[in-house]
Each structure stands twice: as C-alpha cells, then as structure tokens.
C-alpha cells in the first residue's frame, strides 16, 4: 500500500521552527510522505530563507508566494492559491501549525474540500479577541480534526469549547524539540563576542505584537521605559519588519540612534543567534509567544510585554511575568530581576524535547498508516 501524505503548511517565521522537527519526526518514524507548502507570508531572507537554512528544513515543494497585505488580502490569496494546489495534488491530510493567517487560510482551504486538518499547538487561548492571532486560533481549531497540543490548558480550553474529546491529544511543545536540537551550536555562536556582549550583562527585547507597535503613542511609550531602562543595563534589540516601519513612520527613530542609545538596534536575528542570546541574556523583554516558551526551558527571566497569554504555563512553571505595556510594570519586573528577585522555574510536562516524535506516531495512527 502506498504511504500517505500529508502537506505541511507553514507561512510565518515562527512557524518554521515548528515545522522542522515534525518534518523529520515524519521522515524518521516512514509510515507518512510530506510535502512541505510555503505560502510566502513571511518573505525576507531574515525572516524565512535563513531558518530553512539553519533548520535543515529542505526547499519548499510548493511555494504559494503571497507576500504581505492586509488580514483579508492575505488570507484570501492563501485560499485560492492553496485551494489550487489541493485540487491538483490531494493530501490524505494537511499539518498546521500555530495561529498565524497562513494556519487558518489554509486549513480553510481543506476542509472546504473534504481533506482532514491536523494542527499543531491547538487549544491556546489569550481569552483576547483584539489579537488578530486569537480568531486564527478558535477558528483553525473549530476546523481541525486532530487537535495537537503544547500545554495541560489547551486541553482544557478545547473541552470548554465543545471539541469532542476524541480529537483532542496533549503532546507537548515542538518548539522546545527545535530549541533542544540546536541549544549545541547556539552555544558555540560567537555572537555575544560579536556585540561585546557579557553573558548576563545585557538584556534582549523584541517586540512586533500591533497592540504593542502600530500605536505611535504607545510604541514611543516603549521605547522611553526601554532606553531608560538600558541605562541600568544594556539592552539589544533586534527589530521586526512591522516595528522597523512603525518605528519609521512614528518619527521615533532618534530614540535607537546607535551614539546616544545604550538600547542597540539590531536587524532581525537567525534562530541560533537570537538563541544564543536568549540563553546568555539577564533578562528578556518580549510580546513573542515563542520566547515566552524558549525562556521558561531556558530558565531565563522574562518580562512579558502583554496584558494576558495564551500560554498560561510560561507564567504558573516558567519564568514569565505579566508587564504588559504599562512602564510602571515593566520598571518594576525589571528591578525584581536585577534584585535576583524572580522564579527559577520548574520543568514543563513534555517540553522534552520529544513532542515532534509523538506527533509522527499520532499522525501515522490517525492516517492508518
Ligand atoms: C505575523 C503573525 C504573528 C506572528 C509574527 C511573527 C499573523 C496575523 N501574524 O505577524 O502572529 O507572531 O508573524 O513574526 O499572521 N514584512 C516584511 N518582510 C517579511 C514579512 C513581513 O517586511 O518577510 C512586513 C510587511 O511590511 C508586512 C508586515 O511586516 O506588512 C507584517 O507582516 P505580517 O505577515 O502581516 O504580520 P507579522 O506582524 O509579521
């Protein structure tokens, strides 16, 4: 009989590291063929080429090439194009991965034409309808029919909505899979000596949420508690597309200028160095649900710029705070960490480094493979 296969679809960069261990989960395990879809929505080398490269993700077998737009320019160009593709060569099955607008078009996409969805890291839930992300969620979720999910809330948040029980599996985290793999060679990066950078004498930020940067009020706002703030420690800052033109368009430039500002402006990192630096970091500051994830196994503080998480556990086991984008929480969490005052952490159940491999037996169940 021959194997099945699957399309893995991904978009967006953190998409990229959740792919890659269950491309070779799959690939290892050999009861199911896949196909790796990209629909081009994130498309700058930093921000997509590069994590191929380091991942050992192979070139996409289908590239859909939609680039940037608005929510329903986006999703729409996705739906068509990968309608196209389905309707050409049909899956036994499509894997998607996260809440981005690559996860939802597509999963739409198949199951408006019969093809079963499988999706990975379901069941999260910020409770936060403003977040473009969290529709992405509920609906990819309304849609999938196997549920993989990260954290014991998931589970839960997916019973709540009525999700039959049946299609519901706690397997773990697949980021942590990546992260694991490749904690060997972040820490032969010379990227801490490239910036003269102490471990622990510095802090890492990133930013890109649109609650926290499409706001000139509110970014400028940021950006003042964070330059004060690396006065007290040096603080990097590698900068998202969407905040480098928001940046731009806001006027706030002069308040990166590399001669004043002890807070350094970086362009957007590769997944070993942003590791690197993640791992040597005092403290992280970041409205990124996959550093709220790498930090809390990494056991590195991690101030939280948003109001509430889909990933409650970052925060009950890990080394997460709630700061949102309010200066006065942001100033205090910081000082609680100088102060060494500030959870280590626990272990996560199944953040092992193991979730890819249970999700190839899964699948490969699923499928009858
Ligand atoms: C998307 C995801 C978000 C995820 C983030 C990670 C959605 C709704 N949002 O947000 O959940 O956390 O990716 O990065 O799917 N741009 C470039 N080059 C690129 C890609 C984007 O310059 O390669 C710029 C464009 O100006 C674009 C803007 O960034 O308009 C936003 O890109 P988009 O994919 O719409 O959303 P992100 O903010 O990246």
Avoid at 32 to 45: E, F, L, S
Avoid at 267 to 278: C, G, Q, R, S, V
Wanted: with cysteine.
């Amino acid at each position: 009989m021959a194997r099945p296969r699957v399309d893995l679809v991904a978009g967006a960069r953190p998409n990229f590291m959740k792919l890659a261990p269950v491309l070779r989960a799959l690939r290892e395990e050999g009861r199911v063929d896949a196909c790796v879809v990209h629909t081009g929505q994130h498309y700058d080398r930093s921000m997509s080429a590069v994590f191929f490269e380091e991942l050992d993700i192979p070139e996409p077998d289908v590239h859909l090439d939609v680039g940037s737009g608005t929510h329903g320019v986006q999703t729409a160009r996705i739906l068509e194009r990968y309608e196209a593709r389905l309707l050409a060569e049909p899956p036994a099955a499509v894997v998607v991965f996260g809440d981005v607008n690559s996860t939802v078009a597509s999963a739409l996409a198949a199951v408006k034409l019969g093809v079963r969805v499988a999706h990975v890291e379901a069941g999260l839930r910020s409770g936060d309808r403003s977040m473009p992300e969290e529709t992405n969620r509920i609906l990819t979720d309304a849609m999938a029919d196997l549920l993989l999910v990260s954290e014991a809330s998931g589970v839960e948040n997916l019973r709540r909505e009525g999700i039959e029980e049946a299609k519901i599996r706690l397997v773990g985290n697949v980021m942590i899979d990546t992260l694991l793999t490749q904690l060997k060679r972040a820490r032969s990066s010379n990227v801490l000596a490239r910036l003269q950078l102490e471990q622990r004498g510095y802090g890492l930020v990133t930013l890109h949420r649109p609650s926290n940067v499409d706001d000139p009020r509110i970014l400028s706002r940021i950006l003042q508690v964070l330059g004060e703030l690396s006065q007290q420690l040096p603080l990097v800052f590698p900068i998202h597309p969407r905040t480098r033109t928001a940046i731009e368009r806001a006027g706030l430039s002069s308040l990166l200028h590399p001669e004043r500002s002890t807070l350094r402006a970086l362009e957007p990192l590769p997944y070993t160095d942003n590791l690197a630096l993640m791992s040597g970091a005092a403290v992280v500051l970041t409205d990124s649900g996959g550093m709220q994830e790498e930090t809390a196994v990494l056991r590195v503080p991690c101030l939280t710029m948003r109001p509430n998480t889909e990933r409650p556990v970052t925060v009950r086991l890990g080394t997460s705070r709630l700061v949102a984008n309010d200066p006065e929480r942001i100033r205090q969490g910081f000082q609680d960490v100088l102060d060494g005052n500030w959870t280590k952490g626990a272990p996560i159940p199944l953040w092992d480094g193991r979730a890819s491999e249970r999700i190839a037996a899964e699948l490969g169940e699923w499928l009858g493979a």
